[in-house]
C-alpha cells in the first residue's frame, strides 16, 4: 500500500515533518526499509482472533505478500507478537515473559477488542486483563470482535509504515512498569 | 432404557427421590447423602449402565447450592440427571463420585476452586484454574471484588 492511501492517520508523518525527531539518515531508511518488510510473528493466539490471524496467514489472504512472512515458535526469532485474544491474569505473566524475551527492535499488535479493552469481559468479570496495553506497550491497535483478515492486514500495513519512521538514533523503550 | 422405566427402577432404589421429567432429561433429586449411593447404583446395575459422567457442575441458587451430575451409558446411549441440594454454604460438603467416574476428579477440581465446595474421599483435592494465593470464590452470587471487578 502506498503511503498516500493512508490519509486518516498521519500524526506520525506530521511529528517527524516538525523536526521531533533526528534526520532520517540513508542507513536508518536501509535499515528500516529491511525490518518493515519482513516482520516475523510470534505463533501466539489465545482465542478466536487467533483463527483470523491464521486465516490471514493462510492462502486466501496470504499475509506473506506483505512481507510478515513466517510465524516463528520462538520469541527470540520474532520480531512482532500479535496479541490475539483475552488475556487472562493467568495469562498475563507468561505474555510478559514472551514479550521480554523476544530481542529488539521488536513490535505489539493488540488485535481485537479483548486485547485492546478486554472487550465483552470488560463488565462483571474477576479474571481478564482489561487491556494488554497495562502488560505491555502496543504499537498498533486493531478493533473489532474478532477483526477480519483484512483489517489485521491494515494494522500491519500502520506497522510498517511506523516502523519507517523509526530511527536507529532512538533506544526503544522495551518495557512498561506496572 | 425409557424414561418411565427408569424412574421407576429409581424409585424402587430410592423411594424418597423427587423425580421431574423435562423435554431432555429425566431429572433425579435425592438427599446429600445419597449421592454417592445413587451414583454407583447408576453405574453397576445392568440395565442402566451409566458409565460416563459427561458433566458434573454447581450451580449457586444464593441461599443454596446444586449439584449437577449429567450422565450418558455409552452402551444404551440414554441419558439422565441427578442432582443434589446442599444448603450450608459456609462449610458446604458433599460426597465425592470419583471411586465411581474418574472424570469426576478434575470437574470436582474445578468446583471446589471456583464454588468451594468440599468433596469428600477426593483423591487430590486443590486449586485448577485459580492462583493458589486466590482468595474468595468467583462463581459464587455473593462474591465481590471492587478492585477487578468493573459492576455493571
Known sequence: MKEEDFKDNETLELFKKEGGNVLLSTVDALINWGRSNSIWPLTFATSCCGIEMMAAGASRHDFARFGIEVYRASPRQADVIVVAGTITNKMAPVLKRLYDQMADPKYVIAMGACAISGGPFFYNSYHVIKGVDHVIPVDVYIPGCPPRPEALLYGVMQLQRKIKLDTIGKKKKSSVDI | ?152
Request: with cysteine; proline share 3%; hydrophobic share 40%.
Open chain 2, 1 to 152: 432404557m425409557e424414561k418411565e422405566k427408569l424412574k421407576d427402577l429409581i424409585l424402587s432404589f430410592l423411594p424418597d427421590a423427587e423425580i421431574v421429567t423435562d423435554k431432555q432429561f429425566l431429572n433425579v433429586t435425592v438427599e446429600k447423602g445419597q449421592i454417592h449411593k445413587l451414583a454407583e447404583f447408576l453405574k453397576k446395575t445392568t440395565e442402566t449402565c451409566f458409565d460416563y459422567l459427561f458433566c458434573e457442575s454447581a450451580v449457586d441458587y444464593a441461599d443454596h447450592f446444586m449439584m449437577v451430575y449429567h450422565l450418558d451409558s455409552t452402551k444404551f446411549r440414554h441419558q439422565m440427571v441427578i442432582k443434589t441440594k446442599i444448603t450450608d454454604r459456609e462449610n458446604p460438603m458433599v460426597d465425592s463420585v470419583c471411586d465411581v467416574w474418574i472424570g469426576a476428579e478434575y470437574h470436582e477440581r474445578e468446583i471446589f476452586d471456583l464454588f468451594g465446595i468440599k468433596f469428600n474421599k477426593h483423591p487430590d483435592l486443590r486449586k485448577i484454574f485459580l492462583d493458589n494465593d486466590w482468595v474468595g470464590f468467583p462463581l459464587r452470587k455473593d462474591y465481590v471484588d471492587p478492585i477487578n471487578i468493573v459492576e455493571r
